[in-house]
């Protein structure tokens, strides 16, 4: 039987954009309003996998090749708190019909596959602070990162020494054409 790993789609977040959130994150939030997400694990979810062996990820991966898709923007300019699972999130207000047709391939991939999806419709978000079980001021909504989504990956998450960090395992191009 082949390793299991835990794995999921989603997009990486510019290097420009993930500096100014943590920067804005440590400017907005008092200090012990959670356990911060460290700059290099912010992304966005599009679909998650959960606990997968070799055959089944490669399977995945070949699905996800065949994707063609424009690229398009996505503007973080929404936040907001989740007291149940003590998370706090930035997403957008409106979603662009790409990033949810996307989200909607791969879930749909994925579950044909066998992996559980969630019965909650997809909220696209970036995880800003996990842990804040108590009540979260949130900020106006004076902030926008906007950024060129042209691509998404597969990520590996990797729990070790305490730590838990994303490893990109293949990713692809959003494009139309054919390849």
Not at 33 to 56: D, M, Q, S, Y
Not at 73 to 78: E, G, M, S, V
Request: aromatic share 10%; proline share 7%.
């Amino acid at each position: 039987m082949s390793e299991q790993k835990k794995l999921f789609f989603g997009i990486s977040l510019p290097e420009e954009s993930r500096q100014g959130i943590i920067q804005w994150r440590a400017d907005t939030f008092v200090a012990g309003t959670g356990r911060p997400v460290a700059a290099a694990n912010l992304h966005l979810t599009l679909a998650f996998l959960g606990e997968i062996g070799e055959e089944k990820s490669r399977a995945l991966q070949r699905l996800a090749s065949r994707i063609r898709q424009a690229p398009f923007t996505l503007t973080l300019d929404d936040a907001g708190h989740w007291p149940r699972s003590g998370v706090v999130w930035l997403g957008p207000r409106r979603s662009p019909r790409g990033l949810l047709q996307l989200a909607e391939l791969l879930r749909s991939q994925a579950a044909r596959s066998g992996c559980h999806q969630s019965t909650m419709p997809f909220h696209p978000h970036v995880t800003l602070l996990r842990q804040a079980t108590q009540p979260v001021s949130l900020p106006p909504r004076n902030f926008s990162w906007p950024f060129r989504v042209e691509r998404f990956a597969l990520f590996q998450s990797i729990y070790a020494q305490g730590r838990t960090r994303y490893s990109e395992v293949a990713a692809w191009p959003l494009s139309q054409e054919e390849k």
